[in-house]
């Protein structure tokens, strides 16, 4: 079984920063790819950000280019995505989330198939 743990959400004023952090275990991940989404109250979830364990450069959505960094540790595991220059809009609940059956970073959920439960962030005005 995969397990995919986030931490690291909280309330944040406009501006700030927060990191979210993404722990995978259960499973060799060297091959996949591991993304980041986030859910706002009434809203579909939407793609964030991903990266491959493997290399490569990670891909954005084009509103958090330039104010978010996803990077990876492979020894540990772990999965971060730095969030600086937060504004309101950013409120949601993150999520991480780890494709093993398409390869390459994709933006829809349906291709994801383990999910963590969830970290919220709260950016007040």
């Known amino acids: 079984q995969v397990q995919l743990v986030e931490s690291g959400g909280g309330l944040v004023q406009a501006g700030g920063s927060l990191r979210l952090s993404c722990a995978a275990s259960g499973r060799t991940f060297s091959r996949y790819a591991m993304a980041w989404f986030r859910q706002a109250p009434g809203k579909e979830r939407e793609f964030v950000g991903g990266i491959m364990w493997s290399g490569g450069s990670p891909y954005y959505v084009d509103s958090v280019k330039g104010r978010f960094t996803i990077s990876r540790d492979n020894a540990k595991n772990t999965v971060y995505l730095q969030m600086n220059s937060l504004k309101p809009e950013d409120t949601a609940v993150y999520y991480c989330?780890?494709?093993?059956?398409?390869?390459?970073?994709?933006?829809?959920?349906?291709?994801?198939?383990?999910w963590g439960q969830g970290t919220q962030v709260i950016v007040s005005s």
């Open positions: 989330a780890a494709n093993t059956r398409v390869f390459g970073v994709t933006t829809s959920p349906a291709t994801y198939d383990y």
